[in-house]
């Protein structure tokens, strides 16, 4: 009976024609930068050497501090996790507003870590992103997440620990630009005595988001909502978006497939996984959209797990990436749960017996890399410091909304790529169109693929996860169950190269906060505005001409990229 449900459990979920051939058409003059931000991860532990020296080797694109439900009761001031409030307290639950009783959420490891003072780790982090800034100039991108109990009962305090912990991360060297206020506070397990209720989050939002403002006008900052039916707080993403101007994106949280807030979830469906992308956009579009739909999503946690770190849960991993770059104006930021922790995790965990004789949990060491670290690893080689080129796919589907064969084309330091992935349990001919004409010249095709759906492979930390298939002219055929990056040796795409600084003209410069962008060529393009740091300031399209603004506490230097039909031109802007 095991041996049968097993393999039933591998056949694959979809029919497909047994000839099926893939098309990916490019249209080259269509193009925009790649945001990085959308390779985000959570990581945690930043005090032993052995932790940093993980950290290091990541070099993550962001981290997130602290992360997941411990950031709720997180004590600033003594870098720990503890109770705020009571352990128990009645909310309103429901439409009808039935009283209730509820007791926090692991209560038992809250006071567990309060009372042996274990630290969240702070100081080491400081020091990473101070050993950061000497080496490249500039420090982590941040994720903040703020505790909603901090300030206490008095809505109308100013926010004194909110402020007082800005000011901390500031005196550390740290940027203080992205702030969650509280994590996945719908649930009422992950609230408190202090904000028992709906309205008291809001209260206390409302109050952190302008003391925040107060201290600089350009954080942000984000409220989580539901990206699912709740039973405690059917109304929440309602109620809190009554008033959509305290807030300046979404926080949403999902999880493909094996989900930790929902233990009856089956996570051996492999068709899951594979259309794992169509879960994440109904997550949003289905939601938080509903209720906020012209607010960045920012997706701080989320993975995609079907059985285990295998075959599917790679290929779902590596397709949700390709749906976020199609998607760029919903997906603002987005941090793959967990790298380092045993949630998703990055790298192979192993069991060991403590001095004690317990049985406990750790990273293996030498490190290896799960399927997860390794699609990450080629997801990352793909698309960071990219331009992304238009591109449409004329392949079956599996179901509606999730073609069987998904690709993007992008250009990094000059050469031409397709990042693709074959969800399907067939080598699939591969074609490429650039702008109507079949390409048939020189590329190099290399693949991490897979023989079943439930393959798992861990290999260690500097082995390359991808294998060379071809190299030189001639037809590309994709492994099936594969994740491929195709090196297009000599394609042509219009004015693909980087832009001439001539054809862009950015005047005056210096100036006092006011800036004209003029295209010499008078077509549609892009803009973005970056700190020396690396941070996002502004963005925003436009056609020949821009006038630009800074307020008046913005004097510094900027990194303004123009992305148009010429290609990518970079200038250094200068506000006085």
């Not at 989320?302 to 290929?315: Q, R, T």
């Given at each position: ?122 100081e ?28 206490g009962?008095?809505f109308?305090n ?12 500031i005196?550390?060297g ?16 992950q ?94 579009y ?23 770190p ?47 004789g ?48 998904n ?152 990194i ?14 200068v506000?006085?």
């Amino acid at each position: 009976m095991l041996i049968s449900a097993m393999a039933f459990a591998q056949d694959y979920p979809f029919s497909l024609p047994s000839d099926m051939e893939a098309t990916i058409n490019i249209t080259s003059s269509s193009k925009e930068l790649y945001n990085n931000l959308l390779l985000g991860t959570n990581t945690h532990h930043f005090s032993t050497t052995t932790e940093k020296d993980l950290i290091n080797k990541l070099k993550p694109i962001t981290i997130r501090f602290p992360h997941g439900l411990w950031s709720n009761w997180y004590d600033w001031r003594r870098d720990v996790t503890r109770l705020f409030g009571t352990e128990s307290f009645e909310y309103e639950q429901g439409v009808n507003k039935t009283i209730r009783t509820k007791t926090v959420d692991h209560l038992a490891s809250i006071n567990t870590f309060d009372n042996l003072d274990i630290k969240v780790g702070i100081e080491g982090l400081t020091g990473l992103n101070a050993t950061r800034k000497s080496a490249t100039g500039k420090g982590f991108d941040m994720m903040w997440t703020f505790n909603m109990s901090a300030d206490g009962n008095d809505f109308n305090n100013g926010c004194p620990e909110t402020i007082a912990r800005y000011d901390d991360l500031i005196a550390r060297g740290f940027d203080v630009k992205a702030v969650e206020m509280g994590n996945e506070n719908f649930y009422p397990g992950q609230r408190s005595s202090i904000i028992p209720n709906t309205e008291d989050y809001i209260a206390r939002a409302k109050a952190m988001s302008a003391a925040l403002k107060s201290k600089d006008p350009n954080i942000k900052v984000s409220i989580p909502l539901l990206r699912r039916d709740n039973w405690a707080n059917p109304n929440w993403n309602a109620d809190l978006t009554q008033d959509l101007t305290y807030f300046d994106a979404v926080t949403v949280h999902t999880y493909v497939g094996s989900d930790p807030d929902d233990s009856t979830n089956s996570d051996e469906a492999y068709g899951t996984a594979l259309t794992a992308r169509k879960d994440l956009g109904n997550s949003i579009y289905d939601y938080a959209h509903q209720v906020a739909p012209n607010k960045p999503i920012w997706l701080t946690e989320w993975g995609v797990k079907s059985g285990g770190p295998n075959a599917v849960s790679a290929l779902g991993m590596a397709d949700c990436y390709i749906f976020m770059s199609e998607n760029q104006d919903v997906f603002e930021r987005a941090n793959w749960f967990s790298v380092n922790g045993k949630l998703n995790s990055h790298y192979v965990w192993e069991t060991y017996i403590s001095p004690s004789g317990v049985e406990r949990p750790r990273i293996k060491y030498p490190l290896e890399k799960t399927l997860f670290g390794s699609a990450y690893e080629i997801i990352r080689l793909a698309f960071e410091n990219t331009t992304l080129i238009e591109s449409d796919m004329q392949v079956p589907s599996l179901v509606n909304g999730v073609k069987a064969v998904n690709a993007r084309v992008v250009v990094k330091e000059g050469k031409t790529s397709v990042f693709v992935v074959n969800l399907s349990n067939q080598d699939v001919p591969f074609n490429i169109n650039i702008d109507g004409v079949a390409y048939t010249d020189a590329a190099v095709h290399k693949t991490m693929s897979f023989t079943s759906m439930v393959e798992e492979r861990a290999i260690g930390i500097d082995v390359d996860p991808l294998t060379l298939v071809s190299q030189g002219s001639g037809s590309i055929t994709l492994p099936k169950f594969s994740i491929n990056i195709i090196e297009l040796t000599n394609a042509s795409l219009s004015n693909s190269e980087i832009a001439k600084q001539a054809e862009v003209s950015i005047y005056p410069n210096p100036s006092y906060g006011t800036f004209n962008i003029k295209l010499n060529h008078g077509e549609a393009a892009q803009y973005r505005i970056y700190s020396m740091n690396g941070v996002e300031i502004q963005n925003g399209k436009f056609v020949s001409s821009k006038e630009i603004h800074f307020d008046n506490n913005q004097a510094g230097i900027y990194i303004l990229q123009v992305v148009g039909s010429q290609g990518i031109s970079t200038h250094k802007i200068v506000v006085q």
